[in-house]
């Protein structure tokens, strides 16, 4: 399975966006998904996780209450809603995919597209 993120953009702080990430060559509806942002400098990090079946989601808590996952095995497709954003949410956007549990380690996901650039404007 190959994953593609995108929707990235430039925004204004308090504004919001919507990351896409498609699934291609395989069985997406088993695979839990992940999204995970670097920001210059930093380490990558966890943002939230979205279960095969849509059933159960967790969220860092920098972005609990402001994103939210969602995902449509139909169009083999997760989406990453993302509102009031701030400057601190300036990274880069990526999509992963494992098949398990949620988790928030990146080193769990085996299964990773190219990212995406999310600028938040003061």
């Known amino acids: 399975v190959q994953l593609q993120a995108s929707g990235g953009g430039l925004v204004q702080a308090g504004g919001s966006l919507r990351l896409s990430c498609v699934a291609s060559g395989g069985t997406f509806g088993y695979l839990g998904t992940g999204w995970f942002r670097q920001a210059p400098g930093k380490e990558r990090e966890f943002v939230g996780a979205i279960s095969w079946s849509g059933g159960s989601t967790k969220y860092a808590d920098s972005v609990k209450g402001r994103f939210t996952i969602s995902r449509d095995n139909a169009k083999n497709t997760v989406y990453l809603q993302m509102n009031s954003l701030k400057p601190d949410d300036t990274a880069v956007y990526y999509c992963?995919?494992?098949?398990?549990?949620?988790?928030?380690?990146?080193?769990?996901?085996?299964?990773w597209g190219q990212g995406t650039l999310v600028t938040v404007s003061s």
């Open positions: 992963a995919a494992r098949n398990g549990i949620l988790l928030d380690d990146p080193l769990k996901y085996d299964r």
